[in-house]
């Protein structure tokens, strides 16, 4: 009787439970997308119902109400992007240094991104929207190489999972106080990267998404190609290499696409941490550690929690607003905290 | 005769006796007092500087009778409103932050393990920053200073899972907390100054401009109370060093020494914060350089006490006098000096295989 009942791993029965499981995860991240999109739209300093909001969609609603929920079509955009961007780069980032606290924003990869984007607005003059793309990407990719590089600088003992995580902190600290003294020393210049710098989806448009999109895309491309190796890579470098796979062009393709997203995030909504760290930590607890299904899981979940965060941050100062970047620290942060308690060792 | 003295006195190098009378006999190391002596010279130098530099300052050779009540017209103004009082708030948060970075790196027998690295300060600045804020007459500011360090440092100690035994997790969970902390300073802030972004970088930095004598007072009480029990506290702590056991076997009391030492810390971190904002890393700093300064063990409390005077004096003379940024919160210059020094820090722990 109980061995019957007793499902073997592997077994038929355990995954058809599993592929339920996933689209029943999958049906509440869609819904909590659908959700956050939904709240986008209707919160802000004027509210509207979300009638209003359908009305709007179809074309039936009077021009005062759809001047004011389209006002809001390109954040609720951008937040799309930044969240897949910033979801997506957190687990390529954990699953190529197998490091559960990777994450751009903490390794210090976005604020080497805005570094070099204010850097270049205040001594080089530029302002465009599609320059912030074009500096946002070597600051972030000099940033992550340094990072990497001062981590593994103790040389035989290898890179700790704590390394890089301090080695960011380090240089997320230097390139703060740099941005800080810039953006405070010109503010005439700064104006309107003032919100940008702690991270912000108001007050930019479709121009900064479109100008974003393409990075974005080709680094999503890469880490859906790169997802099935990074399963063979998480068994260790030498089962990787006997199952066909080659670490080192993994792991150089997945720092690769990790930077192409966070820059892409960063030019669009400025340096946002924990979403890139908080995200995979749900998604792994939810559909286990298939790296296929973390990166398509966390294009769904990462942008659902940013625009969550975003909403929220409209709503409890109203008519005033929270960045959206204060937001994801107070909700991001505990994962790092719970990813700390829960680390084995004495890393 | 005279090669026995010289046995004698390199021997007894590490620790000469300061006598006072035939009652009194203090240990003291010849390099530490060396050392603490330039320590003062430099902060009484970098303090005429602070008062006689630039544009307002108080020419040289009026200097001594303006300090001593025969202050005049503008240089006055300059003395009792503008400089004076930043410079005292300067000295001693300084001084207190050197402090309570030396007391808590002495617990944690980590240079990491610093107030200011493992979240504490931003813990302060947030608990600082709601007090000010949004209960301007329930709480004073260092009261509400001390809630934030005993809130942020009950996190840390929680979350790391293994007290502060861990450089690596104390370190990681302080980055989390900080975050936290500084987000909830940041909605502080927004709530209810609105759109003002340069009270957002002092608060969240820490600044030193527009201090009041009463912030001054408020740092040098913190001291007068803390400074004593801290001095009771030197000898144990010193033996703590040693490690648990033997310090157990030598009646030091590890496990009470120890917590009266994170007290101390923060209650010194917090009394710093309350009058000049969370600014970085000088108890990260100040500590470490007194050991490197005197190459001896111990936790170096005085010194590490002078040099943070010393390296906050310091660095708000860099924030008033550089001609390359218009009086930025001093907080931004500790953090880029500070930042880069953690990272030699870490290097070097690297090399040596710790972490």
């Known amino acids: ?347 | 005769m005279s090669t026995t003295t010289e046995t004698r006195r390199g021997a007894e190098r590490p620790a000469g006796h300061l006598r006072i009378g035939t009652a009194v006999a203090l240990p003291v190391r010849r390099r530490s007092v060396v050392v603490g002596v330039v320590g003062v010279v430099v902060l009484l130098a970098a303090a005429v500087a602070t008062l006689s530099l630039g544009r307002l300052g108080i020419a040289l050779p009026d200097l001594p009778r303006s300090l001593f009540g025969g202050a005049e017209g503008a240089d006055r103004f300059v003395l009792k409103r503008l400089r004076g009082p930043r410079l005292g708030v300067a000295a001693g948060a300084g001084a207190a932050f050197g402090l309570s970075g030396a007391l808590f790196q002495s617990v944690t027998r980590n240079p990491l393990g610093s107030p200011d690295v493992i979240g504490l300060t931003a813990g302060a600045g947030a608990g600082a920053s709601a007090a000010a804020l949004l209960l301007p007459d329930l709480l004073p500011v260092p009261v509400g200073a001390l809630l934030g360090t005993v809130l942020a440092m009950a996190l840390v100690y929680v979350s790391t899972g293994t007290g502060f035994r861990n450089p690596g997790r104390l370190v990681v969970a302080g980055i989390g907390v900080a975050a936290i902390a500084t987000a909830f300073t940041q909605y502080v802030v927004y709530a209810v100054e609105r759109d003002n972004a340069t009270s957002l970088m002092t608060y969240i930095n820490g600044s030193l401009a527009t201090r009041t004598w009463g912030e001054a007072a408020t740092i040098a009480a913190v001291l007068v109370v803390v400074g004593p029990l801290v001095a009771l506290l030197a000898r144990r702590l010193r033996l703590c060093e040693m490690g648990d056991e033997l310090a157990a076997g030598l009646g030091a009391e590890p496990q009470r020494t120890k917590g009266a030492a994170v007290a101390l810390s923060m209650a010194l971190s917090a009394g710093s914060v309350a009058v000049a904002g969370p600014i970085a890393f000088i108890s990260l700093t100040a500590p470490q350089i007194a050991k490197r300064l005197t190459r001896g063990s111990g936790p170096h409390l005085t010194l590490a006490a002078v040099l943070g005077a010393v390296l906050l004096v310091l660095a708000d003379l860099t924030a008033q006098q550089l001609p390359l940024f218009d009086d930025l919160p001093v907080g931004i210059y500790t953090m880029a000096i500070g930042g880069a020094y953690l990272g030699y820090l870490l290097i070097r722990e690297w090399r040596k295989g710790i972490l």
């Open chain 1, 1 to 347: 009787m109980t061995t019957t009942t007793r499902t073997r791993p592997g077994s038929a029965a355990t995954l058809r439970g599993a592929t339920a499981r996933r689209l029943l995860v999958l049906a509440a991240g869609f819904a909590l997308l659908l959700l956050s999109v939904a709240g986008s739209l209707m919160f802000g300093s004027n509210s509207t119902s979300l009638g209003d909001v359908v009305d709007v969609l179809t074309g039936d609603a009077g021009t005062y109400v759809t001047t004011v929920v389209e006002s809001r079509y390109p954040r609720t955009v951008l937040g799309v992007l930044a969240g897949v961007c910033l979801a997506v780069a957190g687990t390529l980032m954990q699953g190529v240094t197998r490091n559960p606290l990777a994450d751009p924003g903490l390794l210090g990869i976005n604020a080497g991104a805005s570094a070099s984007v204010v850097a270049a607005t205040a001594f080089l003059g530029a302002t465009g929207r599609t320059d912030t793309m074009w500096w946002a990407l070597p600051g972030a990719l000099l940033a992550g190489l340094l990072v990497y590089a001062l981590g593994s600088a103790g040389g035989s003992t290898g890179t700790s999972l704590v390394r890089l995580v301090l080695a960011g902190a380090v240089l997320t600290a230097v390139l703060t106080a740099f941005i800080q003294a810039v953006t405070l020393s010109k503010p005439q210049v700064f104006d309107s990267y003032r919100y940008w710098v702690v991270g912000s989806l108001a007050g930019r448009g479709f121009d900064v998404f479109f100008s974003v999109l393409p990075f974005a895309l080709l680094g999503l491309v890469i880490a859906v190609l790169l997802a099935p190796g990074l399963n063979a890579l998480a068994l260790g470098d030498e089962s990787a290499t006997s199952l066909g796979s080659n670490p080192t062009v993994l792991r150089a393709g997945g720092l690769l696409a990790a930077t192409l997203l966070s820059a892409a995030a960063t030019a669009a909504v400025g340096p946002i941490a924990f979403v890139g760290l908080a995200v995979p930590h749900i998604v792994r607890a939810c559909v286990g550690v298939d790296f296929r299904m973390q990166v398509a899981f966390s294009a769904v979940a990462g942008p659902g929690l940013l625009l969550l965060a975003d909403v929220v941050g409209r709503v409890v100062l109203r008519p005033q607003e929270l960045m959206v970047g204060v937001v994801t620290a107070f909700i991001g942060a505990p994962a790092l905290l719970y990813a700390v308690r829960r680390m084995k060792g004495t890393a």
